[in-house]
């Protein structure tokens, strides 16, 4: 990503992130799972700009050192962090709106913790056992055309289901706010009051067209200088 860029995500991700952890913006749950996407997002942007940004110019090879490698398995894991939490958070106001007696049986504290935490196992299984495969396993051939293309494909599968999860989600939840019943919106009517009614849609709208934006994004770019993630960065917040 640019510098400037790089420097706008952290400062906004940034902000983000102190307004959900010191206002308390969100409700608990919800705010955990706003918490650990917000967090990912900031190291992302210091990690990318710190060894891919400004660096390149004074270590134009550090991408195929130790640190620059293990420093892009890290944005990997970041990166495909953000979009699975992206998807609880539209699975979780789909489910709020939609079925909002399930919804408290499923995003219960431990239930709620589990999910980060899997959001989190996720990308990170799937960079270590890349690492096991028998043709990753010489340490000074580990970007070998292979080894590459499986972690590729594996981070592509998970990112793009996530994506299509996520905008069926947030296009399921929008048109339940806009059909629903008068008897329907009395039940919600302590979730979703006008206000928040609006808010709700707003979150949908935001996830929905940062799914749209993510979609053209090429695989071998995901993560790294393509000008959709450039966007998907920036509307994260």
Known sequence: MD???????VILHGYILYKVVFRRVFGQLFGWIWISRQLALVILC???????GS???????IDVTKVGQCAAQLLVV???????SSLLIAFNRCLLIQKPLTFKNVFTTKKTAYLIALAWLIPTGIVVSTRFLPFCTDAEDVQLPKCFTVETLLSGLIVYSTVILTFV?????????????????????NHLSPGNRRRQ???????????????????LQAFYDSPFWNVVVILDG
Not at 183 to 188: A, K, P, W
Request: charged letters at 15%; proline letters at 3%.
């Open 46 to 52: 210091v990690v990318d700009g710190a060894l891919f």
């Open 169 to 189: 989600s947030d296009m399921a939840a929008i048109w339940t706010l806009r059909q629903m019943s008068k008897i329907r919106t009395e039940f919600l009517s």
């Open 55 to 61: 660096s390149l110019t004074l270590y134009p090879d």
């Open 3 to 9: 510098a400037n860029i790089d420097l706008s995500c």
């Open 201 to 219: 849609l707003n979150f949908c709208y935001m996830l929905m067209l940062e799914s749209l934006v993510a979609i053209p994004s090429s695989i």
């Open 78 to 84: 970041l990166s495909i962090h953000v979009f699975i």
